[in-house]
């Protein structure tokens, strides 16, 4: 019988340690045979490392004494797993729960096509109101537009397609790959590492695919509502930055290219239709610091917050 590879699974926390118990508990009922978890608590304040430390004695848990956006904290896990030579590194967000076959799942599919360093499951919300929904996993791009994309529809096989890109909320990453091609851009400190990281993968002539049979729940902007002034100044600034990164030229180059959807995003449209001002406000910040070139962590003002 094909022994199946080894897995190391990193999930990184920041005062959410309800949906990291929620998350290591449904990693526990996985049905692959040879995997290990490490947690790693990216300076948390709420008591998370001592919460979880008390529900999984067992599990590893890294501290990395202060909050270094989900890319440091994710990195931090993953130089932690290469040091036992993995074949695959399952990297993931703590407000996601697992099925007990999505490894095996989501592993098969990734053996299944050579030279993939990126898999992705199909990711769910939990049900509200009784119903629960798909959201954007896999993306392409489409000239400056980033448009989600779904599996095609494939009989007899398992559906699997490549895409640009993938959500990070769950991305198995083979360990040659990153030996190869290094980690997430600490720079981007929140939003958009994922982006760059799969355009990185397949710049070094990776690919990245998307397999719709496993599937995660997500709870989504669990750590930092992805509605909040916060939020949006990262994600602006580091659409932008990625622009400049990836040869799309950057803010003034993006309004020539595509100005309704630049200036959408900039000016922060819908957050103002809904009478959102700081929101607004947030994402102008963000442009102007990607002009800038600024990178990092960044702390919005109170009275904008």
């Given amino acids: 019988m094909d022994r199946l590879p080894s897995v190391y699974i990193v999930v990184v926390n920041w005062n959410g340690w309800q949906h990291t118990v929620r998350c290591l508990k449904s ?16 300076g948390s304040n709420d008591g998370s490392v001592e919460r979880i430390r008390a529900a999984f004695p067992a599990i590893n848990v890294i501290e ?16 932690a797993a290469l040091e036992r030579d993995p074949a ?15 490894l095996t799942q989501l592993v098969d599919a990734a053996r299944a096509h050579e030279r993939v360093g990126i898999a992705g499951p199909s990711v769910w ?36 397609h490549l895409v640009d890109d993938l959500a990070g909320s769950s991305m198995l990453l083979d360990a040659a790959m990153l030996r190869e091609i290094g980690l997430l851009d600490e720079r981007f400190f929140h939003y958009w590492d994922d982006v760059e ?7 070094a002539g990776w690919l990245v695919g998307h397999a719709c049979r496993p599937h995660i729940w997500h709870v989504v902007g669990a750590t930092v509502p992805t509605t909040s002034a916060q939020a949006q100044y990262y994600f602006v600034r580091n659409w932008l ?15 020539r290219r ?46 904008l917050r």
């Avoid at 990693?27 to 290990?36: F, I, R, S, T, V």
């Avoid at 919300?125 to 494939?154: D, K, L, N």
């Avoid at 990281?197 to 710049?203: G, I, Y």
């Fill in 64 to 79: 990395t004494g202060a909050n270094l956006g989900f890319a440091g904290g994710a990195n931090a896990g993953i130089r």
């Fill in 197 to 203: 990281f799969c355009a990185r993968a397949r710049m």
């Fill in 125 to 160: 919300r939990p049900p509200a109101g009784g119903q629960a929904s798909m959201e954007p996993a896999a993306f392409v791009w489409h000239g400056e537009y980033r448009a989600a994309t779904a599996c095609p529809e494939q009989t007899g096989q398992e559906p699997f």
């Fill in 27 to 42: 990693l526990q009922a996985l049905n692959y045979p040879d995997y290990q978890v490490v947690t790693v608590d990216n």
């Fill in 88 to 102: 695959y590194v399952w990297l993931l967000n703590n407000d996601v729960e697992v099925e007990p076959d999505t």
């Fill in 258 to 303: 595509a100005p309704r959807m630049t200036l959408g995003l900039v000016l922060g449209r819908r957050w103002l239709l809904r009478g959102k001002w700081r929101v607004s406000v947030a994402s102008l910040t963000g442009a102007a610091d990607a002009l800038r070139g600024r990178y990092g962590q960044r702390e919005l003002p109170r009275w």
């Fill in 241 to 255: 930055l990625f622009a400049r990164w990836s040869g799309r030229g950057g803010l003034l180059t993006m309004l």
